[in-house]
């Protein structure tokens, strides 16, 4: 009872500090978004060029996650931790200094490379640390820190702090909460520790045979799709939702916001009940797809309907829950698919489709956007969420073959 009790505990705080790292790094991805209309003013530039500044934060943490999930497997992921979270910090609290509109874009560079190490090692400590009976719960609370992190990211830097002392104090405090988080991470490291696999110990660098087998495995392809499509999906929620929302509504800023923010909040419950879901059932494909659907259509009301604006933030939140309380049996099944040493790498691989969709999606956000399509926005996320449903039965029909894409 003594050894269990002490396993619970042990598993409490890694999920824990995990989960605070997933939410900061969250919190900093959502940062600019809510303040696109204070930045468009003063910098005078267009709704596309300030989902420049989103793609290329994605782009850049893309390009770099399959490598840091090579690092991960080879290094320990605890290594990396800290120098995502101080990376990313001091990129937010410089962004608060800046004169010009491309001073911003080189800080999104800064910024994406501390964010291109989470997901890969956040996963892999998770997958190796926590007890295979709370491996659910403890994607659930990965999941819930990091939806928490986009909900507190507009009320803390939003209305918080820039609805009263401007963008440039909401974006300083931000970098300064950052950096407080790191000097708790790095006080309780030693819990995070794994061992390195590094030079000397018998594990190679993948070559390119590797990274051919993982881009012809058709479970690990559906996988990077999924997150790739869901991807583009919350870029437009996070960085022009709330903007569309004043231009359809003629709504003010706060209530706007406000849309934004129950659609996180529910996001974060969403993902606790899916991660009792997933330990519960066994049937996490048919778990995700009927909460991606139900999301969809949802979001398809709000694109397809005039309605009053407590009922556009009602349904708002539905959408995230429902998205949201897939995600644990998601990754679950991308675990299933995973062969046993390799949880870095792919982590790091399939993830990377988070970056990609969310290089492309302020892209395409943006042009909607400039082009007077308001309500566009809301239908394109619909339609990314009924098109993730086909990527989820493709994981589930073919996770068992996943075992040759990293031998």
């Given at each position: 009872?003594n050894?269990?009790?002490?396993?619970g505990?042990?598993?409490?705080?890694?999920?824990?500090?995990?989960?605070?790292?997933?939410l900061?790094?969250?919190?900093?991805q959502i940062?600019?978004?809510?303040?696109?209309?204070?930045?468009?003013?003063?910098?005078?530039?267009?709704?596309?060029?300030l989902g420049l500044?989103?793609s290329?934060?994605y782009?850049?943490?893309?390009?770099?996650?399959?490598?840091?999930?090579?690092?991960?497997?080879?290094?320990?992921?605890h290594?990396?931790?800290?120098f995502g979270?101080?990376?990313?910090?001091?990129?937010?609290?410089?962004?608060?200094?800046?004169?010009?509109?491309?001073?911003?874009?080189?800080?999104?560079?800064?910024?994406?490379?501390?964010?291109?190490v989470?997901?890969?090692?956040?996963?892999?400590?998770?997958?190796?640390?926590?007890?295979?009976?709370?491996?659910?719960?403890?994607?659930?609370?990965?999941?819930f820190?990091?939806?928490?992190?986009?909900f507190?990211?507009?009320?803390?830097?939003?209305?918080?702090?820039?609805?009263?002392a401007?963008?440039?104090?909401?974006?300083?405090?931000?970098?300064?909460?950052?950096?407080?988080?790191?000097?708790?991470?790095?006080?309780?490291?030693d819990?995070?520790?794994?061992?390195?696999?590094?030079?000397?110990?018998?594990?190679?660098?993948?070559g390119?045979?590797?990274?051919?087998?993982?881009?012809?495995?058709?479970?690990?392809?559906?996988?990077?799709?999924?997150?790739a499509?869901?991807?583009?999906?919350?870029?437009?929620m996070?960085?022009?939702?709330?903007?569309?929302l004043?231009?359809?509504?003629?709504?003010?800023?706060?209530?706007?916001?406000?849309?934004?923010?129950?659609?996180?909040?529910?996001?974060?419950?969403?993902?606790?009940?899916?991660g009792e879901?997933?330990?519960?059932?066994?049937?996490h494909?048919?778990?995700?797809?009927?909460?991606?659907?139900?999301?969809?259509?949802?979001?398809?009301?709000v694109a397809?309907?005039?309605?009053?604006?407590p009922?556009?933030?009602?349904?708002?939140?539905?959408?995230?829950?429902?998205?949201?309380?897939?995600?644990?049996?998601?990754?679950?099944?991308?675990?299933?698919?995973?062969?046993?040493?390799?949880?870095?790498?792919?982590?790091?691989?399939?993830?990377?489709?988070?970056?990609?969709?969310?290089?492309?999606?302020?892209?395409?956000?943006?042009?909607?956007?400039?082009?007077?399509?308001?309500?566009?926005?809301?239908?394109?996320?619909?339609?990314?969420?009924?098109?993730?449903?086909?990527?989820v039965?493709?994981?589930?029909?073919?996770?068992?073959?996943?075992?040759?894409?990293?031998?």
């Amino acid at each position: 009872m003594n050894a269990t009790a002490s396993k619970g505990r042990s598993d409490a705080l890694v999920v824990g500090l995990v989960g605070l790292v997933h939410l900061l790094s969250h919190f900093y991805q959502i940062a600019l978004g809510p303040l696109f209309p204070l930045l468009r003013a003063e910098f005078e530039v267009s709704y596309t060029a300030l989902g420049l500044i989103v793609s290329l934060f994605y782009g850049v943490s893309g390009a770099c996650q399959a490598f840091v999930g090579i690092l991960v497997d080879r290094y320990g992921a605890h290594r990396l931790l800290l120098f995502g979270i101080a990376t990313m910090a001091t990129a937010v609290l410089l962004m608060g200094f800046v004169s010009t509109y491309w001073m911003l874009l080189p800080l999104a560079v800064m910024a994406a490379f501390g964010n291109s190490v989470f997901h890969p090692a956040d996963l892999s400590i998770l997958s190796h640390k926590v007890s295979p009976e709370r491996t659910g719960r403890a994607f659930a609370i990965h999941g819930f820190g990091g939806t928490c992190g986009y909900f507190l990211s507009p009320i803390v830097i939003y209305y918080g702090v820039a609805s009263f002392a401007g963008w440039r104090a909401g974006l300083i405090t931000a970098g300064v909460i950052g950096w407080l988080a790191a000097l708790l991470i790095y006080r309780y490291r030693d819990a995070l520790r794994m061992p390195a696999r590094g030079i000397g110990t018998g594990h190679a660098m993948p070559g390119l045979t590797f990274y051919i087998r993982l881009v012809t495995n058709l479970p690990l392809m559906a996988a990077f799709c999924f997150f790739a499509l869901i991807a583009v999906a919350l870029a437009g929620m996070q960085s022009f939702s709330v903007t569309a929302l004043v231009e359809i509504y003629d709504a003010p800023l706060y209530i706007a916001t406000a849309g934004l923010t129950a659609y996180l909040g529910g996001s974060a419950a969403g993902i606790l009940f899916g991660g009792e879901l997933a330990d519960r059932f066994r049937r996490h494909a048919l778990i995700a797809t009927s909460g991606m659907a139900l999301g969809a259509t949802f979001m398809a009301c709000v694109a397809a309907f005039q309605m009053p604006m407590p009922a556009v933030i009602a349904a708002l939140a539905a959408v995230g829950f429902c998205v949201s309380s897939t995600n644990p049996s998601r990754d679950i099944l991308v675990r299933a698919a995973t062969p046993a040493g390799a949880t870095g790498k792919v982590f790091g691989f399939v993830y990377s489709g988070l970056d990609l969709g969310g290089a492309l999606g302020p892209l395409l956000f943006g042009w909607l956007m400039d082009g007077g399509q308001f309500r566009g926005v809301f239908v394109a996320i619909a339609a990314m969420y009924f098109f993730a449903i086909v990527s989820v039965l493709q994981l589930k029909r073919g996770q068992q073959t996943a075992a040759a894409a990293a031998d």
